[in-house]
């Protein structure tokens, strides 16, 4: 996902999982871990085996030791979700509440651990290419209907369909046949996904894939029921008609006002502490009516998922209020800040130029004094969270080192260095940053910065054309993880084959595509590792964009409000988990 307004950014293929020697390159299906129960003991199998699925003992959430006294409701804002329909959503907002009251097959915890939800156990062939799961017995919709491996089937083949015009179609392109349905129209019914029976799900890839199960926990795999979407249609969603799986039930959605979600009693898994949920939707640009009604007590958490920027409204108003200090709390998130170099321009094509751009960054000092926002500083590409991620290998910042190396490049103190062009969408944010690193590069390189500020749709449009590509020297680029695997940032950005889709800045090392692309299909975890390990070496030699910082999640949270914990892939908040606690 590009750090851009919406979590869908691109609707090419994912070639990058299929077809060997193809160009394209979309966004696969993130790791929205949605509605995890208990924490699992797994215990893995042997390598080239047989894989059966972890075979997880969930431990229930327990009672509390007394009834509570607090109305177990939780209000927090959001804006108007534009769908609630797993097979159509690409926004953050959406996801939020689908991932409240729709279930998978399983999910992944922050600390990589499997969850099995649906799916109760599932084995791998030995080939990887099977991939056979077992539903829940007792897992029921939300009119009491039992979950059965036909919805799944069902669901995803109606994704897959063209004419459903998903964006995220794609993520189902490791599995056999889905390119061809969804890009030569062949019959979605020959999809490689077939309910045997009522509890048995079968998958057959079209080559092995290690990141497989990461995309089943995403939120476009999950079940939907046909009899639903065929009687209402596009209004299958409404809080009047939809049926869903998950621990909360969509009670009521008065659109442009407000969405209330309902503890279904009749989960299967460990019952939400909370009864209700309380959306008040708000426009997308309120975050200070937003910041008055929390401080007015009529909301009770900020955040999870909801786009409001309270970096943009802290200022003196947080500095003089010691109580929003201390409900303000941050969180990692699976993403990165990063310049996109464009590497057909001969002075950026030596490494030494862009670690010389890189080094005198004082990525601190941006984050808290320039910008103010919450954040981590960059050393590489790669956030936290990713096996094989190697920040120490990459250039510290050093501004002798900086300038020697500019100068090994053929450009001593800039001289000779034509004046270079940053782009970037129009925000308030990225201008405070050109202007940093146009005072930056002046003073301390001797280069001169352009600030080229754009509109959003004219940003876009520009950087996938020729004015980028012969003229263009930096933009504002950047990645929000859609799951939490290497694959979605080694094979999908920086694969040269899936450049031109998306960030287009024609960067290529023919060691780093095969090692990535021998990756993508390794099986073996070790050896998965240590390719994907010296990738990233290739990545902290040849320096190819340049890293500013990885984004952090914000959310005020009221001092009785408990587990409120985004998770690192699109900051969601499994609100199962959560509880109000009684006054002290």
Not at 212 to 231: K, Y
Not at 317 to 331: G, H, N, S, Y
Not at 560 to 571: C, D, T
Request: with cysteine; aromatic share 10%; charged share 25%.
């Amino acid at each position: 996902m590009r750090a851009d307004r919406s979590v869908f950014s691109r609707a090419c293929a994912l070639l990058v999982f299929v077809v060997a020697g193809c160009s394209a390159a979309p966004p696969p299906a993130p790791s929205v871990a949605p509605n995890e129960v208990g924490t699992p003991t797994v215990d893995p199998a042997p390598v080239g085996q047989a894989t059966a699925a972890p075979r997880a003992t969930i431990a229930a959430t327990a009672p509390p030791a007394k009834p509570f006294t607090r109305e177990q409701r939780l209000r927090m804002p959001i804006t108007e979700p534009p769908t609630l329909d797993p097979g159509l959503a690409t926004d953050s907002v959406s996801i939020d509440v689908i991932s409240q009251i729709f279930e998978g097959l399983l999910g992944f915890d922050d600390r990589g651990t499997i969850v099995p939800l649906g799916a109760e156990r599932w084995t791998m062939s030995e080939d990887g290419l099977t991939y056979t799961f077992t539903l829940r017995d007792g897992s029921r919709w939300s009119d009491g209907k039992p979950v059965t491996a036909g919805d799944y089937e069902w669901a995803w083949k109606r994704t897959v369909d063209p004419q459903t015009a998903s964006d995220y179609a794609t993520v189902f392109y490791p599995i056999k046949n889905a390119l061809k349905i969804h890009r030569q129209r062949l019959d979605p019914a020959e999809l490689g996904v077939v309910a045997t029976d009522e509890r048995t799900l079968v998958v057959t890839l079209e080559q092995p894939a290690a990141f497989f199960l990461r995309l089943v926990s995403g939120w476009t795999m999950l079940p939907v029921r046909r009899d639903v979407v065929e009687r209402f249609g596009d209004k299958w969603t409404e809080a009047k008609n939809v049926v869903t799986n998950g621990p909360f039930v969509l009670k009521a959605w008065r659109h442009d006002e407000r969405i209330t979600l309902e503890r279904y009693d009749d989960y299967w898994g460990a019952k939400p502490a909370l009864a209700t949920v309380a959306y008040r939707i708000y426009p997308a640009d309120a975050a200070p009516g937003v910041l008055a009604a929390y401080q007015a007590g009529e909301l009770d958490a900020v955040g999870s998922g909801a786009a409001f920027d309270l970096s943009a409204i802290q200022g003196d108003r947080f500095v003089a209020d010691p109580t929003l200090q201390r409900e303000l709390k941050t969180f990692p998130q699976s993403a990165t800040m990063f310049l996109t170099v464009n590497h057909r321009r001969p002075h950026l094509q030596d490494p030494r130029v862009r670690m010389a751009l890189g080094q005198v960054i004082e990525r601190r000092r941006l984050l808290e004094d320039v910008l103010q926002r919450v954040g981590a500083p960059a050393a590489g590409l790669l956030p936290e969270g990713l096996v094989a991620r190697r920040p120490d290998l990459w250039p510290k910042e050093d501004v002798q080192q900086a300038k020697q190396n500019l100068a090994a490049a053929g450009f001593p103190d800039g001289k000779g260095m034509p004046e270079l062009r940053f782009t970037y969408n129009t925000n308030p944010q990225w201008k405070l940053m050109g202007e940093y690193l146009q005072q930056r590069y002046k003073d301390v390189l001797g280069i001169d910065l352009k600030l080229d500020p754009m509109e959003w749709a004219g940003f876009l449009k520009w950087r996938r054309g020729e004015d980028w590509q012969t003229s263009g020297d930096l933009y504002r680029g950047g990645w929000f993880a859609d799951y939490e695997d290497p694959n979605n940032w080694h094979n999908v950005l920086w694969d040269s084959r899936e450049d031109p889709g998306v960030f287009s800045s024609g960067w290529k090392d023919e060691a780093y595509d095969v090692l990535v692309r021998r990756a993508r299909r390794e099986a073996d975890p070790a050896r998965r590792e240590q390719l994907y390990a010296q990738a990233e070496q290739v990545l902290a030699r040849e320096y190819p964009h340049i890293p500013v910082f990885h984004y952090g999640i914000q959310a005020l949270v009221k001092p009785y409000v408990e587990n409120f914990e985004p998770r690192r892939i699109l900051g969601i908040t499994p609100l199962h988990r959560v509880r109000l606690a009684d006054r002290p």
